[in-house]
């Protein structure tokens, strides 16, 4: 039975992703009554389909059976290349404000500030705007806290030396062996969060985004109003799906470095 009575609808090609869909993680090998099965097809129409694949490169088939080649990876790949970076963050990020009803943010490090390069925002009263572009001093805030935590001595030393640009006198301002001390306990947590350091009303949670090398590239968080949300429930209802999203965004942002790039002869 055709599942769309659209005329422009191809069965044929929805079948074609049936069978590549139905090989899991843990089966990567199945016979032929497997596929049908689990695509739910005849054995002469998954045969079929099959051997296509096949000749396309993105099936192999041996004594044992059926499994998908390397190949497949093209046609994530096609999404992945044609995207920027930020392009992939933002679904994450929007089903993250979702989930929370907060506003939530991406920034990177630029000298000691953080710089929000990404940002879903909800209509709420906040202490202090944010736009793409606004920068904050990173000591202060959650997102800069994992930044700095992923710095050695050296780096971190030569990044704080740097003065702040934007403009913002915060509220906690730390001696160096306290905020060492403040990056340990992050590094040993994998998150960060703040209560008002950067400016009365402001609570955060941050996680890192890391490339495929595992390298911290940026940082997501969740903000909240200190008003409405405590800082236990931040960390009790927030934090866990803000690291399911940093790991979402982090497995895009290593594909996304991996694309194919085009050489011009």
């Known amino acids: 039975m055709r599942r769309d ?50 000749a396309l490169g993105y099936v192999r088939s041996d004594e044992t059976g059926f499994s998908l080649t ?25 089903d993250l404000v979702a989930r929370t009803n907060e506003s939530c943010s991406i ?11 990404a940002r879903v925002a909800v209509p709420k009263l906040v202490t ?43 509220r906690w301002i730390p001696e160096r062996d306290e905020l060492d001390e403040v990056l340990r306990d992050v590094r040993a947590k994998g998150w960060a969060a703040t209560d ?9 949670v941050a996680a890192p985004i ?11 968080n969740v903000n909240a109003h200190a008003a409405e949300t405590s800082i236990e429930h931040l960390i009790e209802h927030h934090l866990p799906p803000l690291l399911r999203t940093a790991g979402a965004i982090s497995a895009d942002w290593a594909a996304w470095e991996a694309r194919p790039i085009a050489v011009r002869a």
């Open 107 to 117: 920034a990177q490090l630029d000298g000691s500030d953080i710089v929000y390069v």
């Open 196 to 204: 008002q350091e950067l400016a009365l009303g402001i609570r955060s």
């Open 70 to 94: 390397p190949r497949v990876l093209e046609l994530g790949m096609a999404y992945i290349g044609s995207r920027t970076l930020w392009e992939l963050a933002e679904p994450h990020l929007r």
């Open 128 to 170: 202090l705007s944010v736009n793409i572009g606004t920068r904050f001093p990173a000591v202060q805030t959650s997102l800069g806290k994992v930044l700095l935590a992923a710095l050695n001595a050296e780096e971190l030393s030569e990044l704080l030396a740097a003065p702040s640009r934007s403009g913002i006198v915060p």
């Open 210 to 220: 890391r490339n495929g090398e595992g390298r911290t590239v940026a940082a997501v």
């Open 5 to 54: 009575a659209s005329p422009d609808f191809i069965e044929a090609l929805a079948r074609g992703l049936d069978v590549v869909r139905g090989f899991e993680p843990g089966k990567p090998t199945m016979t032929l009554s497997e596929v049908a099965a689990k695509a739910d097809l005849a054995r002469p129409t998954a045969r079929r389909i099959l051997i296509t694949l096949e």
